[in-house]
């Protein structure tokens, strides 16, 4: 249970084993590679490949091959959440993904789908222009007047326009005195009226920059017959382009079948996209390839069998231990089946250094038992765990999907655990026997609350000073760790002297112990500063420090309130189904609603507050103390 041990390799093979290492190197996946040129020199930089032209090739096909799915996605037909759930995604191993590289026809499948789509489009376009003519005809559907009648004549033109009413007035002031222009109202729609309009066409440039700035507006009309006859001549287009649209897309759904090596398709490409990007971290000369990276120790042997899988013994390879307080060491954490699944909450907040330590099976117990503890409810605790049970056994889960769900599976337990000490089911729905009752305790849960937040920060001071002894450094233990659990300790018991019968002689011998304390953080809080002053002001102020372990101690009442909080919620819900019950059969139906709606909406709200609240008692109070964190994640070579 711990960061996995590294070892540092530097790899050089023949230029031409450079491709098919690389795919070999995907199957064992277990490598991390870093830049040759990271540390070089100017005269010492060695080139990397150019792959720029197969890059861009590749991404091409990737945007295509992209587009396709996104094409096809839409019409395949969705399986229920719990089918979805249980089919999972479609797998297909690396040896798989190759050979679909090499040979799948994605450039037929391509434009025959680009054609179909096309087509589609069109047809929508004109469909959509159709229902625009339609939309500006249907306020004149009822005049007789034939639209052939309208446009240029031997001597004349004729127009429709439309006009608001509320320019009505002026525009019969603009166009009353003009001999030569003829205007015929035709149809009204709201506030819009509809003018026909005739010219001699000799006049045509004066006569319309008088209808325009008089408000008229002409219609783009065309074809034969009434409005009428054209409306129907319209829908008739319309009918028939909706079939040949729908043609089209039966074209494109018949290539659903297509879907699953589509995107097996997809996925090689990434993983060749991965190849060729990687290729920029290597150098090369005219013969040879040189390679660096990172691989688990207990896995050098396989690698080494891997790359004589490709180059036989044509490579020399050297590995050597990764330095303790290197940066750049990539990290993987190691742990059992029951704390893996807390590795989550390490890799949100921040892989660990290389010289520190894997924090999560430190704080993994005290997570499981402050989850159940804002949680506390027998109820509760089993819904989470059928629930986490049944996706565990019958869905076909990612692995990070099924690590997260057993991340819950194991809470579920440390929630049925604290709701037999608090003795609540289902918000107090069946009496049961508590050893702390919920009701009445609420000094014990209190006291209890900041105790176990008192183990928590005392834990994660230990932690640091392990470490300081780990790394050589024994005093600084003494002076960063040792000195603070003088001054706390000592205040609490000086503290609790107050409020409990405790023998004189604690109290004295409690402040005294505080007092060395102190006195030693002021000491030697700051003994890295140079002068004397520093020393004893920066002391000053991180002894001042010791007031955010009231802020600490305060944060772990939480766990009292978040737990009576949902016992309550519970307990209003109860509260209210039973006045349903009261009202015959239409309350009866109306109180299961309310209890099923209630207590599965509590149950929600009770793990996401769980789980955020018990992250930030983690993340803030425990691992301020001694973790840093930044490391970076060990990247296995596969597109994930």
């Known amino acids: 249970m711990a960061i996995e041990n590294m070892s540092r390799f530097q790899l050089y093979i023949f230029d031409k084993d450079r491709k098919p290492l690389l795919k070999r190197l995907q199957k064992f996946a277990d490598v991390h590679f870093v830049d040759v040129r990271r540390n070089a020199k100017d005269d010492d930089v060695l080139p990397a490949p150019d792959v720029s032209l197969e890059w861009q090739q590749n991404n091409e096909v990737i ?38 590289q090499e040979s799948y026809p994605w450039e037929e499948l391509y434009q025959y789908l680009q054609s179909a789509h096309q087509t589609g489009e069109d047809k929508k376009n004109q469909i959509a222009n159709r229902k625009q003519e339609m939309e500006e005809l ?53 506030q819009t009226l509809y003018w026909q309009a005739s010219f001699l066409k000799e006049d045509r440039h004066r006569q319309e920059d008088l209808l325009r700035k008089a408000g008229f507006q002409p219609m783009q009309v065309q074809g034969e017959g009434t409005p009428a006859d054209r409306i129907r001549v319209l829908e008739e287009e319309i009918r028939q382009l909706e079939n040949d649209r729908e043609e089209a897309r039966n074209r494109i759904k018949s290539k659903l079948k297509e879907l699953p090596e589509l995107h097996a398709y997809f996925e090689a490409l990434q993983n060749r996209k991965l190849r060729l990007e990687t290729q920029g971290k290597f150098g090369q000369t005219a013969y040879t390839t040189s390679i660096e990276g990172y691989v688990p120790t207990v896995e050098i042997d396989r690698f080494k069998k891997a790359v004589e899988d490709v180059s036989g013994q044509a490579y020399v390879a050297d590995f050597t231990d990764a330095e303790r307080d290197n940066a750049e060491v990539p990290i993987r954490l190691k742990n059992n089946s029951l704390v893996s699944p807390f590795e989550s909450l390490t890799e949100m907040y921040a892989m660990p250094h290389y010289n520190e330590i894997d924090p999560t099976p430190l704080f993994a117990p005290f997570y ?32 990070g999907m099924r690590r997260f769900v057993k991340f819950f599976f194991y809470l579920s337990f440390a929630v049925i655990g604290w709701g037999v000490i608090y003795g609540s089911f289902l918000g107090g729905l069946v009496a049961m026997p ?119 101690f305060v944060s772990y009442t939480r766990l009292m309130a ?11 819900a109860n509260l209210i189904v039973g006045m349903l019950f009261q009202a015959g059969i239409i309350g009866y139906i109306l109180g299961f609603v309310v209890f099923l709606g209630f207590h599965f909406f509590n149950v929600f709200l009770t793990m996401l507050s769980g789980y955020v609240h018990t992250a930030r008692l983690t993340y803030v109070e425990f691992f301020g103390k001694f ?13 994930p």
């Open 562 to 572: 978040l737990g009576l909080s949902s016992a309550f919620i519970g307990y209003a």
């Open 434 to 552: 508590a050893l702390i009752d919920m009701n009445k305790d609420f000094m014990v849960m209190l006291i209890l609350s900041v105790a176990l937040g008192l183990v928590h920060l005392f834990f994660a001071m230990a932690i640091k000073a392990y470490m300081s002894v780990r790394d050589g450094n024994p005093m600084d233990a003494f002076y960063d760790v040792g000195l603070w659990y003088m001054a706390l300790v000592g205040a609490i018991l000086w503290l609790l002297g107050s409020f409990l019968p405790l023998p004189a002689i604690v109290g004295k011998i409690a402040m005294v112990v505080m007092i060395i304390g102190m006195v030693g953080i002021v000491l030697f809080g700051a003994r890295d500063s140079e002068s004397i002053v520093g020393r004893l002001v920066g002391g000053l102020y991180e002894l001042y420090g010791i007031s955010s372990y009231i802020g600490d």
């Open 627 to 639: 973790y840093e964190g930044g490391g970076v994640p060990f990247k296995k070579f596969v597109h």
């Open 138 to 190: 249907q306020p004149v559907r009822a005049t007789d007047i034939p639209l052939e009648a309208l446009g240029e004549h031997r001597m004349t033109i004729t127009q429709w326009g439309t006009i608001q009413s509320k320019q009505l007035e002026a525009f019969e002031e603009q166009t009353k005195d003009e001999p030569y222009l003829v205007l015929e109202k035709i149809a009204e729609d709201g």
């Open 368 to 399: 499981w038992l402050f989850f159940g503890m804002m949680g506390a409810d027998i109820g509760y605790g089993i819904i989470l765990l059928a629930i986490t049970f049944v996706a565990l056994k019958f869905f076909n889960l990612t692995e």
């Open 63 to 100: 945007s295509k091959v992209q587009w396709m799915l996104q094409l096809l996605e839409p019409y395949k037909e969705k399986p229920g959440m719990i089918q979805g759930l249980k089919e999972g995604l479609p797998q297909a191993s690396l040896e798989q993904l190759y050979d679909l």
